[in-house]
């Protein structure tokens, strides 16, 4: 072996060893996470009074306590306040929502640009009878009339009625057509074979237990002519019993988002997409059964030119015995599928050596661990001011990281002998070096400074403060923006009591109505609304306290805007990096404590309002197009006043 060769080698061998360091630090944190967790629960309970008061019972060993994640006070609270939302919402949101005779009358007397027909198909098996009719009524009952209803009944003979009623519904709508099919091939075979009978435009997939919306079609009809979407779902709602009304979650979506697709199958149902997708491949494969619905959905968006989300409940998705919708441990099959199909995908974007393993929110919502494959080096860019020594805590957190640091550029605002106090203080970390700075200026002028001196392909700046906790926090961060179609990449942000403080920043929300942070103040065990703190997403920005950047797109786009120093240079370079057709991604895997400290010493309370209402109003100036027309990973449904995703209906 030659010195080139034994080179190559030992940069293989690195790599491998890196992975597999990547993988037990994540098996670490995880442990870690749900110790620290189980701990604190059990500090809560036996601090209660209900177990004091049954130590005799314990002692006599009469019953047993099961610690949950759901147990935790702060996720209770949450589950009551949102349970008395559903208690609100459902009139507006269940039966009542469905239009009066004078809506209908409209909704079926506009006339579209073209006849677009829609395909619906329904695999058939063993379908319950009021589940079956219910199904094929809600069908006949929609205001967009173009549609056809293509059944392929795989039922056993025991169940010969799912037939004789289906064969009763073709006789009196011909627009619904049925087969029998000489035996059950699963939901993939069943459905594939649905798609066989279909002469329509459009294709839509509907489960047979379930419901949809009355102007379901309508809506979607609008979406094709006035979107020119080739792909097209909505929100939806899972109910139990026989009434939609009963509602038990509501979801309601973000637009179309990539990684969080790839990490949580959000768009599942009503999904209507071009027939002519199909060109370039296969409707349902039979080797992701279990989960081909999220198999089919990632290469469908990832060919279509137009995927259009509508934001309403249109979809009422049945949870009862059996049901993935009732609970996805009858089927861990679905699991594993999910898994390969979310592999797969990757492979066709060039990605490989993914680590998928499922989160505490849900057996089917991911972690995605991508392996790290560019050589380019990461450069720590971070502000030290005399007045705030929270830049020492950083400093000691990165001396504990995991990771090797190859450059950290100390920006100071300082004179000559404190910033020689901060020499003294990194003596002993070679990689680390300080470059001055004037005083009272804005964050982003010294990151901004600290940039220009930087000499690595990655740029990670980190305000005062900031102290990482988890072991690989640049490499969370960095398998993300190796990717040339993602901007920015930022982190999950505690308060010192683990509540947290920065989760992603959304477009319009809060006081101001410039951004604001979501899950904001959230229990560190809440798991999210539909478990978005447990798996990494698109988000239109990502917070400062700590964000990486590729130095080519910084540079770019000439930095951050000075002039938009102290609240928002970090959403408005986020946007800027939107405009260039980038992807910013928010990881709950990168985790730091954060506590934010006033880096500019204002005189008073009053000149600090007085610069917050100047920077939100070059900011809404700057962005009032994009305010207007709402964040796109957020939805129209949640008010913009409130953090923890309240409905507006509820609140507003």
């Keep these: 072996m030659d010195e080139k060769e034994e080179l190559l080698y030992l940069r293989k061998q690195c790599k491998q060893l890196k992975q597999e360091n990547r993988e037990l630090a994540s098996k670490l944190a995880m442990t870690e996470a749900s110790k620290e967790e189980t701990e604190e629960n059990l500090a809560r309970i036996k601090n209660s009074f209900a177990w004091k008061m049954a130590k005799p019972l314990r002692l006599l060993r009469v019953g047993v306590v099961r610690l949950g994640y759901y147990k935790t006070p702060g996720n209770i609270m949450?589950?009551?306040?949102?349970k008395k939302?559903?208690?609100k919402a459902y009139v507006l949101l269940g039966s009542a929502s469905f239009p009066d005779e004078a809506k209908r009358r409209e909704e079926e007397s506009r006339i579209f640009d073209r006849k677009i027909t829609f395909s619906v198909l329904v695999p058939l098996y063993n379908t319950p009878e009021k589940f079956l009719r219910d199904m094929i009524d809600s069908v006949c009952n929609q205001t967009y009339k173009d549609w056809e209803l293509c059944l392929a009944d795989g039922s056993d003979d025991a169940h010969a009625y799912v037939g004789e009623i289906c064969r009763k519904y073709a006789e009196a709508d011909q627009r619904i057509r049925y087969q029998k099919l000489e035996k059950n091939e699963g939901i993939s075979g069943n459905t594939n074979a649905c798609y066989r009978m279909a002469t329509g435009d459009y294709i839509g997939l509907f489960d047979h237990d379930d419901i949809l919306h009355p102007s379901a079609f309508y809506e979607y009809r609008r979406a094709i002519e006035e979107?020119?979407?080739?792909?097209?779902?909505?929100?939806?709602?899972?109910?139990k019993g026989d009434s939609i009304n009963d509602m038990i979650t509501l979801h309601f979506k973000p637009d179309y988002a990539l990684d969080t697709?790839?990490?949580?199958?959000?768009?599942c149902h009503f999904s209507l997409f071009s027939k002519e997708l199909l060109s370039e491949t296969e409707l349902f494969r039979t080797a992701f059964d279990g989960s081909q619905d999220h198999d089919m959905i990632l290469?469908?968006?990832s060919l279509a030119k137009n995927v259009v989300h509508v934001p309403r409940i249109l979809y009422y998705w049945r949870a009862h015995a059996g049901s993935v919708a009732s609970d996805i441990n009858a089927k861990f099959y679905a699991v594993d599928a999910a898994k390969r199909a979310v592999d797969d995908h990757l492979n066709q974007y060039g990605i490989y050596n993914t680590i998928i393993t499922s989160t505490r929110a849900f057996e089917t919502i991911f972690r995605l661990q991508y392996e790290i494959t560019t050589e380019g080096k990461v450069s720590y860019i971070l502000p030290v001011f005399p007045w705030d020594q929270s830049y020492k805590q950083t400093i000691d957190a990165l001396r504990k990281t995991d990771e090797e640091i190859e450059e950290l550029i100390l920006v100071c605002a300082m004179d000559a002998d404190e910033e020689q106090s901060v020499k003294d203080l990194i003596s002993d970390l070679p990689f680390a070096r300080t470059v001055r700075a004037d005083k009272n200026l804005n964050y982003p002028v010294y990151f901004?400074?600290?940039?220009?001196?930087?000499?690595?392909?990655?740029l990670l700046f980190l305000r005062p403060g900031i102290r990482p906790i988890t072991g690989n926090f640049a490499e969370e961060l960095l398998m993300y923006v190796q990717r040339d179609d993602v901007g920015a990449a930022g982190g999950k942000?505690?308060?010192a009591d683990k509540k947290i403080q920065h989760a992603g920043l959304i477009l319009g929300l809060g006081d101001q109505g410039c951004?604001?942070?979501v899950h904001y103040g959230c229990e560190y065990t809440h798991i999210g609304y539909m478990g978005r703190l447990c798996y990494a997403q698109n988000m239109t920005a990502v917070s400062g306290a700590a964000m990486m950047v590729k130095a080519a797109d910084f540079e770019r786009l000439g930095g951050f805007d000075e002039s938009l120093g102290r609240f928002y240079y970090d959403a408005d370079f986020c946007l800027r990096l939107r405009d260039l057709g980038k992807l910013n991604v928010f990881t709950p895997f990168a985790e730091a404590y954060y506590e934010e400290i006033p880096y500019t010493p204002l005189p008073s309370n009053e000149e600090d309002a007085i610069l917050l209402q100047k920077e939100s109003q070059a900011f809404k100036e700057r962005w009032k197009k994009e305010l207007e027309a709402g964040d796109p990973y957020y939805n129209p449904n949640f008010s913009l006043k409130y953090l923890d995703y309240t409905l507006k209906i509820v609140k507003d």
């Design 78 to 82: 949450a589950k009551v306040k949102y």
């Design 85 to 87: 939302q559903l208690k």
């Design 227 to 239: 979107k020119n979407a080739d792909y097209v779902y909505c929100d939806e709602a899972t109910f």
């Design 261 to 267: 697709l790839r990490a949580n199958n959000y768009i």
């Design 299 to 301: 290469r469908l968006t």
């Design 448 to 458: 901004n400074i600290g940039a220009k001196e930087a000499k690595g392909e990655y």
């Design 493 to 495: 942000y505690l308060f």
């Design 515 to 517: 951004v604001g942070n």
